[in-house]
């Protein structure tokens, strides 16, 4: 039987989710994984397999953890589920903290040389901006029962274009991305 870890995956996998958010993927060295986690290397590759095993535990965690928490109350029926959301995304954006400024970890991964060189990445970023297209979409019919499936299905699409654009934007201009969540109430009542 072999030892069990004497380290918490869960803490290990939240230090190495700072490196990958702020630095990427591809120049997330592993001396500076070895250092946010405290563990070696050889710990590093016993637990995870690979620096991209790693990297893979990391982006099913930011899945669960962060954007799935946020995505979740968008079905629950009530119509400012979504003003709620866009509220807490500006907030987030707003503060004076790094991880503000480095928009969603998921996007930028979907951005980056890793993405078009790899279907696994590329299918958890597509899964995550339909999961997302989907709550927003539960969002906006409960926000705005008066429109037909249609109108529900463009407005959504808007919206959840918005959100992208900014958690995009996050990264390089925060004023523009808390100006951008700024427009999506205002789109959701003025639809027709």
Do not use: H
Request: hydrophobic residues 45%; contains cysteine; charged residues 25%.
């Amino acid at each position: 039987m072999g030892r069990m870890p004497a380290f918490d995956r869960r803490s290990v996998v939240d230090a190495a989710r700072d490196v990958f958010w702020q630095r990427g993927y591809a120049e997330a060295g592993i001396t500076e994984l070895e250092e946010a986690t405290g563990l070696t290397r050889s710990s590093l590759y016993n637990a995870f397999g690979s620096k991209r095993g790693l990297f893979d535990a990391v982006l099913g965690a930011y899945l669960d953890d962060i954007v799935r928490t946020r995505l979740r109350p968008l079905g629950s029926g009530d119509p400012g589920a979504l003003e709620a959301y866009v509220d807490e995304m500006r907030a987030a954006i707003a503060a004076d903290s790094p991880r503000a400024r480095l928009g969603c970890l998921l996007l930028n991964a979907g951005s980056s040389p890793l993405a078009s060189d790899d279907a696994e990445v590329r299918g958890l970023v597509s899964g995550y901006a339909a999961e997302m297209r989907g709550a927003i979409r539960a969002a906006v019919a409960d926000r705005r029962p008066d429109l037909t499936p249609d109108a529900v299905d463009a407005l959504s699409a808007v919206c959840a274009s918005l959100v992208v654009a900014a958690l995009t934007l996050a990264r390089v201009d925060r004023d523009a991305a808390l100006a951008t969540l700024a427009s999506v109430p205002t789109t959701l009542e003025s639809w027709r």
